[in-house]
């Protein structure tokens, strides 16, 4: 196995790196407190070529792969899970299932202005009674003429505020007595659509969360993406690549945390000696340094995989149930390690804790990872 990334990947990787260093780093602190959205770095983001990444070029992508993508979640979230969940999300559940599904028509007009940053890609599949089972999906779209008119909401949606359009799942039937679930690209700006942002979250307060109500909202039958009733099959795929994103979001808020206690226990004297001097810190740093390392090599397997064509369903179950656990335990043994002064939000690991949470929850909880694995390896 090659371990060694492309030109290209490196390339990425450096610039963004640099990128997140010098402009996203800075004020994660200040957006968390203030619960202010990253416009200023999306839009940077966007001239630099990234918010288009792995889409094709003819859509105003840059062509690259899944590994360059988790590469970039990973940088920007080592500077601010929000920014990285903001920058995942957009790709990984907004634009891929517009270009994995579109027809040519509804890629110029919803995969393009994804690609240009002009608007964020947001999905909406997440309702009050059904999360990570789809299969209690509520919002309905009965056909009208040539339009689906549709009722129902979405809730815990990211992005929605700053998007255009969301591509979102509705019943669109009945096969005996099983929902038929299609997926429906619908404007933001639709009359009857109605976008609620006032969560009180855990973590992550600089990404935008909200809720989607939809009353009677009329969109053209056209805007059906992919085939009637295929909605749950397609947006279980598009879960899997999500879930890249996800463990990739894992591993840079996990080596964030890392780098913050390497330095402090390096600083820190207790007893007449750095912290770094004591066995029990240095058996502490070794750990992360090895779990983080272990979490990416998975991360980039389950990228490669889907790079090459190849499935990739339990690879990614693996890469964020994996690098999820390990973020949540690095990052709370960062806070051991700072003691009182990693309780405070100056020293930014308390922040990394409660970003690090959602991440055994989101796209599938830890629980529903094992499901999936188990599932894959045939333990059903």
Not at 66 to 88: H, K, Q
Not at 96 to 120: D, H, R, W
Not at 341 to 351: P, S, T
Request: contains cysteine.
């Amino acid at each position: 196995m090659n371990f060694h990334l492309t030109a290209e990947q490196e390339m990425i990787r450096q610039t963004i790196k640099e990128f997140a260093t010098e402009e996203v780093e800075k004020g994660a602190l200040e957006r968390d407190i203030n619960k202010e959205f990253p416009m200023e770095i999306i839009n940077k983001l966007a001239k630099l070529g990234m918010m288009g990444l792995p889409f094709p070029e003819e859509y105003g992508g840059a062509g690259a792969d899944t590994i360059s993508f988790a590469i970039v979640v990973e940088e920007l979230s080592r500077a601010c899970g929000s920014t990285g969940i903001t920058y995942s999300a957009h790709i990984s559940l907004g634009g891929a299932p517009i270009n994995m599904f579109g027809t040519e028509k509804q890629k110029q007009k919803y995969l393009v202005p994804i690609c240009t940053g002009e608007s964020l890609g947001a999905f909406g599949l997440t309702e009050p009674s059904a999360g990570s089972d789809a299969g209690g999906t509520k919002t309905t779209a009965v056909e009208d003429g040539n339009d689906f008119i549709i009722n129902g909401n979405k809730c815990f949606i990211t992005n929605a505020s700053y998007a255009k359009h969301v591509a979102l799942t509705a019943i669109t039937g009945m096969d005996k007595s099983k929902k038929e679930i299609s997926s429906i690209i619908v404007p933001t700006d639709a009359a009857g659509f109605s976008i609620i942002n006032n969560y009180e979250k855990m973590g992550l307060h600089a990404s935008n969360t909200t809720e989607l109500v939809l009353e009677d909202v009329r969109v053209p039958q056209e805007n059906l993406l992919g085939e009637k009733g295929q909605g749950f099959k397609q947006f279980l795929v598009t879960l899997d690549g999500g879930r890249i994103g996800i463990g990739a979001m894992a591993v840079g808020i996990a080596q964030a945390a890392y780098e913050k206690s390497l330095q402090y226990v390096k600083e820190r004297k207790q007893f007449g000696r750095s912290l770094s001097q004591f066995q029990v810190t240095q058996f502490k740093i070794a750990d992360m340094a090895m779990k983080i390392e272990l979490a990416r090599n998975m991360v980039y397997k389950a990228a490669w995989l889907k790079d090459q064509g190849k499935p990739f369903s339990k690879e990614a179950a693996m890469c964020k149930l994996y690098a999820s656990e390990v973020c949540m335990e690095i990052t709370n043994q960062a806070v051991q390690i700072h003691g009182g002064n990693g309780y405070m939000k100056d020293y930014h690991v308390e922040r990394f804790m409660r970003d690090a949470k959602l991440l055994e929850i989101g796209e599938g909880t830890s629980e529903v990872q094992r499901m999936v694995i188990a599932r894959e390896i045939g333990c059903q």
